[in-house]
Structure formats: C-alpha cells, structure tokens
C-alpha cells in the first residue's frame, strides 16, 4: 500500500512537471480524496493565501524534497450553500478564490480590498485587455490617492498586481452538479416582521412581496429592535476579553459604535450555570459585591474596528483582536449573557461605568466601523432611552438609525425603548417643535384629569400614588416608577359614575404620564446649514427640548461636501483647495440668548464631561444644545477609524475642539454659567492637523495654499480658545 502510494504521489508530481512546462503561470490542485494537494511553488503560494503550512515530502526521481501542501476540500465545501455549487456545476462556470483581506492586511490596507478584486475582476472577465485594465486601474489610483501621498498610492499599487497574481483556482467537482439544493428554514418563533418581511428584503426579494404583506402598516410604523436578527458576521476581527488584564472600566462598552462589546453583572447561579468558557471575575465596586463581572462581546454583531481595544486602558490590553473563526463559542456565550436577569444598577448611570449596566437602547446600527457618531446616541438611550422622543435629522443618522428593513433603535425588559421618526433635512426643528408641543398639552391635559380624580375623593392608596405622581412630575429619574405605580394604583381602585370615567380616561392615555425626553438629533450639515433657521427658531422659543448635533465638520452622508461646520483649510467636495473661512460657532451663537444651556463635548476626551452635561442638559428646563466632536472616515484619520476616540482627544489637546458648558442655572447661585472643561493645549495643532488626510492633502496639492490658511488655522485656534478663557473668567 505505502508503495502504491508512493507511486501515485510520483504521478501527481510527474503531471505537475509536465503541466507547469505548459502553462508556468497555472495554479494546479491535485484530488486525493477528500483532500487537495499541492506541489513546489504552488505550495508556496497557495500557504501564503490559505495561511497554511507548507511541508516538506521525499519522493523517487526527485533530487531534493518537495514542498507540499494539503488541505481538506471541505473547507469549500462547508463555505458554499449546496444551491451555489450546484449552479456553478451546471452552468460550467470557472471557479476562483483570493484572500483579498490577507493581501490588505499583508500590504497595510487592512481591510481595504477594492482594488485587490477589482484586479482580479479584470484578470478574469477579459472585458478589456488585461494590460490596459492596469493600467487605467493605475491611473485611477493616482488620481484618487495622490493627495494621500506616495506611500498609499504603491499600497494600491501593489494590491493591482496581488489581485492577479494570487487568484487560485478551484476545480469543480462533477457530483456538485447532483446536489439537491437546501430547503429554506424559517424560524416559525422569529416575530412576524422579521419573517414575512426583514428577511425576504435582505435576501433582495422585497419586490416580489405582496401589498398584503404590508397590511397593518400603512401609518408606515416598524417595530423596534430587529436589527438584532441580523447577525451580519462582517468583521475578520473580533475582540477577545482577557479577565485576568481587566481593569473593569467599562470604557470598551461605552466607546462601541454598535453596542457588540458589554459589562454584565452575574450572580452566583448564573456563573454556575453558565456555557463553559463562560469566564467571570469577582466584581469590583460599591454595590457590586454579590456579583462577578464579565466583558462579553457578540462577534456576529461586531463590525471590527478596534475602538474598544484602543481605549483599554489596561497596561496589557484587556481585548485583543482576534479572526472571527476563532470567537466561535462567543456567539453562545453572547445569547446567554443577554438574558442574564436584569438587575437594579448599583451604580449612578450618568457616569462612564455606571451607564454601561444600562442595556443599550441603540445595537447593531448600520454605522460604519469605528463610528464617531453611534457612541453618542447609544449613550444617551442608555440613560434617558426608556422615555425617549426623538427626531431625527435625514443624514448619517438616519442612515445608520433608519435603514429599511431593521431599526436598530430598541426596547428594555420591559418593553420601553425610545420613539424614533425621521424628518426632512431643512425641518427637523420645527418637526422636533411640534411633537414637544404636542407631549406637553396631552400630559398636561391627563394631569387635569387625575387632578379631577383626586378632588373627587379617592381611596387612600390611590391618594397617595396620585401624590407621588405630582411630587415627581418633572423628576425623569422618578418618573417612570411613579407612572408605573399610578396606573397599578387606577388598576386596583374600585370606582363609579364619573369617576370611574375619569379613570378609564386616563388609562386609556397612560403613555402620557411619564415625563418624556424630547431629543433632535442630527449632523452638522443640518444644523449649521440647511437646518438651521429652524434650529434658531426653536431656541429662541424656549421650549424645553434637547438637541444633539453630531459634528463631523462635512455632509457625510452625501459625499463630503463643505458646511459651515468645516474648519478653514480643510479639503472637502466644494472645497477642493481648502476652505477659505473659519468655521461657525454654533456654541457662541447659542448662548447669546441667554437662557439656552450649551456644551461642547468629545467623548474620547472626556467621557466623564459627556456623562455630566448629558444629564445637566435632559434636567435643564428650557432648550438645551450639545455639540459633540464625531471622527469620521470623511476625515481620513491615518491612524484609522478605530482609534477615532484617540483622535478626539488629540483634537482637545491640540487646541483643535474645545470641551466647555454653559448652564444659565448657575446665574441664579451667583455663578458664571461658562465653564471650560478644556485646558491649555499641549499638543502642536500643526501635527494634529496633518494626521487627517481632510488638512494634509492641501500640503501635496496646493502647498502654498495649505501654508497661508493651516497658519490662518493655528492663529484661530488660539484667538478661540482665549475667547472662551475670557468667557470661564468672567
């Protein structure tokens, strides 16, 4: 048999020999079995493209040994529905294959694999001449990254010549061509909208749906928290968490753009009946005793950016990224941990670790990886999400918060999550307006009517919750237990005549006894451009509502061009050798009225600032508007998006943004209501601004240009932050 054996693997070589004489540039896979073998300098680069390792093999009538390569045909196998090989069998169709992400890795793209298939596209389809196809692809690389520099134009470059170069092909078996397709299973338990609808659109057959299947939805409402059906796998990395280097800060959690990476507090029989690697350690903290604590991270929801990894904090990294592969016991570990009991936070959830025992009320978004806008939004539903109201601007954020078939927006335990609706670019304020108009007069108008019930005499129980109720009317810390108390209190009193009509009257409306959060929500481009007239109109109103502006200094969402929010000397889509003016301080503008509270935050600069004003300005009776720093790939961080927390805090130190809150509260105790959170910068702007690509491309472009207004830039920022020292000294 050995002999046998032997002789065979002499054949394979001989044709191997033979064949690579005819066709040198041919990749040749050889069937032995239920594996594939390959041989000399093939093995070589299939090990570098499969990331597996090449032996050593001594055969007769070879001189020296051979390297061999094996690897298993079910690794295909197991990757392709039964439906796609059969098709690929029938229809004869070449089969080839490329780990496009390893070249990207290996050239320093990371995931960036564009132009890696683009190269392998033209290699294969023979649409146009190969060599031209280089060419323009070459040309097109130039035009597109030489403002970039040289060094990520040849990464390009390279990635071209990979993308032909390490396409393997795979023969295709004869008996895919037999293969009977798979039965499509639907979970029968899945609620009725993912089933009938989430699914068959993300399988692109939403048009051969029928209008009945939209029956009952013709308001156009969706219901909340489907995204997390989803489960996209799109990552090549996951983090992985360390116990043993755990700090137990939750900063990980509160930085994820998309809610994958959570703190759970778990009990002693929870732990005991746990997956195994279900991995805890004893929690640290006042109130946190009879608990252990885990990091757990969802790697099918997880997108891969590193964020968390990059504000570990730890000496030795708490996560580590690692290839999703490898996190497959994580996605059980993941579905246990969410339905670990809810317990009562120990901790205050307007601080950094106390917000993160808050379930997320934003997960799974559509966002790009390494999002400087999700963390924000996801936080505030962690402290206000369960009676949240929010308008949402049309942009980025509806693009990631909105987007048909799932709605990452979500519920708690208890079936509380924020109401979401998206409006124009240009009236969202106004949108925002009406519904805090309208919350205020039909709560207002139930309060008339338990005012009514309690003058009517009441039972004493139900007396005292009416009290309660009242005492906390305005209190959004106490509100949603005394609602919740009230309407036990309604439910267990035996009334007549009118006053049990009153009492049906106010059942019948009890989603208006909690004091709601009203929010507008949205990007610079609405509320320094298009939006703004609205935006200044609300303030001016009075009215009490909360408005956060993501800023990323450019209409994201539609391309990048420039908006008043965009820094001078900075190059964008209508702005192509610099913007010539100084950005608009919306802040400043805001606190003129005197009677708005105002704050300037970056949460990767001072999370703690963030948690403070975040609840200062959903207290505040009156308007509210915070300006948070959003990183965003429009930016062109060098580092990264993932270490987009690390380039707002570099935007603090350098001078660049500017942490500050105005509370008009403060003039009532005698205080000046400006406070500057920031400090003198310690960091050279100059530097800062050329880790961006948005700044440093006008040096390569227009240098005499970026010379004139990066120095207009580095003059402003100063003036800027003495003008808000004066304003701190009063």
Known sequence: MVKKNAE???????????????????????????????????????SVILALKVSDKILPLEKDPIKLLTFPRHELDKHLPASVKRYIAENHIKFYIINAVKIGKEIGLGNRTNAVLQSAFFKLANVIPFDDAVEYMKKAIL??????????????????DCGYQRLVEVKVPEEWASLEPETAKVDENLPEFVKNLMLPINSLKGDSLPVSAFTGREDGTVPLGTSKYEKRGTAVDVPEWDPDKCLQCNQCSYVCPHAAVRPFLVSAAEAENAPEGFKTKKATGKGLEEYTYRIQVSPLDCLGCGACVQVCPAKEKALTMKPLDSQAAEIENWNYAVKLSKKKNPLAKN??????????????????????????????????GDRMVIAN??????????????????????GFGPAFSNSLFENNAEFS????????????????VVKELKENSVDASLSAAIDAWFDAYNDGDKTMEVSENLVKALEAAELTGEQADRKADILNNKEHLSKKSMWMYGGDGWAYDIGFGGLDHVLASGTDVNILVVDTEVYSNTGGQASKATQIGAVAQFAASGKKTKKKDLGLMAMQYGYCYVAQVAMGANPAQLAKVLKEAEEFKGPSLIIAYAPCINHGLVKGMGCAQQEAKEAVAAGYWNLYHYNPDLKKEGKNPFVLDSKEPTLNLRDFLMGEVRFSALTRTFPEEAEKLLAEAELDAKEKYQEYKKLAEG
């Open 433 to 448: 307006l009406g519904m805090c108009l309208a919350v205020t007069q039909q709560r207002e108008r139930v309060a008339g």
């Open 8 to 46: 065979k693997d002499v054949g394979f070589v001989r044709q191997f020999n033979e064949l690579k004489k005819k066709h040198p540039d041919a990749v040749l896979l050889f069937r032995k079995g239920d594996f594939y073998e390959m041989y000399k300098e093939d093995a070589l680069k299939a």
């Open 393 to 414: 601007a049309t942009g980025c954020t509806q693009a990631w918060g909105a987007a048909l078939p799932c709605v990452p927006y979500t519920t708690n335990e208890k």
């Open 351 to 384: 601080t950094v670790k106390g917000s993160q025992f808050e379930t997320p009320l934003l997960e799974f978004s559509g966002a790009c990886a390494g999002c400087g806008e999700t963390p924000y939004a996801k936080l505030m539903t962690q402290m206000f």
């Open 143 to 160: 035009k597109s990254y030489g403002k970039k520099g040289e060094k990520v134009v040849n990464m390009n470059y390279q990635a071209v």
